[in-house]
């Protein structure tokens, strides 16, 4: 074990980043700002994804030529998106930084954190908003369409924690099925309103459809 004073191991010479990872990591810096994430955040995150190994604050700074001040804070505005863990290495006193493993969790965690920050302010403050009492006719109208926002981002916050529950496999496929989603929500709507009549449990045009989407 290293002396409390001693310098840090050096580190692993550093592999050079191709053409490739090049394109990526600045690809991920410019639509970061799109995103409302910095730039540098977003190829700060880049780098560590495509490498697919844990770095330290002064590899990122090498690697990237940022200032250390400014990967430190990259990797604090990462950290607090829940986007990168901090790990030690033995006998090495620095912070290692890698970001989730499962690509599923990483959307996962992407979603939650922007509901989080964009979606909940929204939603107390339309539930402050329809508290009140309409001072007049235009405020109740005002209200019916804020009741109706509010209905909407309800729904799909509720879809969401459904979606957050789901494996990574299940969600993958659910993903894959796309257009026979539709199919079944079609083939349901026209059962409800077609005419009457009986039908046995092999006729329902959902089994039918769950048959089809095996197939």
């Not at 004073?5 to 592999?15: D, E, G, M, Q």
């Not at 939650?112 to 939603?123: A, D, F, V, W």
């Not at 981002?153 to 299940?170: A, G, K, Y």
């Amino acid at each position: 074990m290293n002396p409390p004073n001693a310098a840090p191991p050096p580190s692993n010479p550093l592999t050079p980043l191709t053409p490739l990872t090049q394109r990526f990591i600045s690809h991920f810096g410019e639509m970061g700002s799109r995103w409302g994430i910095n730039r540098t955040v977003g190829q700060i995150y880049a780098l560590l994804y495509v490498l697919g190994q844990p770095l330290n604050a002064d590899q990122i700074a090498d690697y990237l030529t940022f200032s250390r001040s400014n990967v430190s804070m990259g990797l604090k505005e990462l950290q607090s998106w829940r986007l990168v863990k901090l790990l030690h290495q033995p006998g090495d006193r620095r912070e290692y930084f890698e970001p989730p493993k499962d690509i599923w969790d990483i959307f996962k965690t992407l979603l939650e954190e922007r509901r989080r920050r964009e979606i909940e302010p929204t939603l107390s403050m339309l539930r402050d908003a329809l508290l009140e009492n309409p001072a007049n006719d235009t405020d109740k109208q005002a209200q019916q369409r804020m009741r109706e926002m509010y209905n909407l981002i309800e729904l799909s916050s509720s879809w969401f924690d459904d979606v957050q529950r789901l494996s990574p496999e299940t969600l993958a496929s659910l993903m894959k099925m796309g257009s026979k989603v539709k199919k079944l929500l079609d083939v349901r709507d026209k059962f409800r309103v077609g005419s009457g009549g009986s039908k046995s449990h092999h006729d329902h045009p959902d089994v039918q459809l769950t048959v089809q989407l095996k197939e």
